[in-house]
């Protein structure tokens, strides 16, 4: 069976993927003039847990392990 994914879905991907990974004390800062989707992703991955501020912030212990995997998926495709 495929399934569909959303756009949602792959937006909250690339904005993970943004995320340092070198150091738990960098983060990013997503601006309120950024685009919505962009936006929209962040705050949907700070409603996950997976950062510490609905507008990017830090990574969660469960963002990092996430960033992780999705590091590992795109080392594969790539």
């Known amino acids: ?3 569909n ?3 949602t879905l ?3 991907m690339k904005l993970l993927a943004k995320f340092p990974t070198h150091s738990q004390l960098e983060g990013i800062k997503i601006h309120h ?3 919505p989707a962009v ?3 962040a705050k949907s991955l700070f ?3 997976l950062t510490s501020l609905p507008d990017g912030g830090y ?3 469960s963002g990092i392990e996430t960033v992780d995997h ?3 998926v795109l080392a594969t495709l790539g």
């Open 47 to 49: 409603d996950k847990g």
């Open 33 to 35: 003039d950024a685009a």
């Open 5 to 7: 994914y959303s756009d």
């Open 59 to 61: 990574l969660t212990d």
């Open 10 to 12: 792959f937006d909250e």
């Open 1 to 3: 069976m495929i399934k």
């Open 39 to 41: 936006i929209n992703a």
């Open 70 to 72: 999705l590091h590992r």
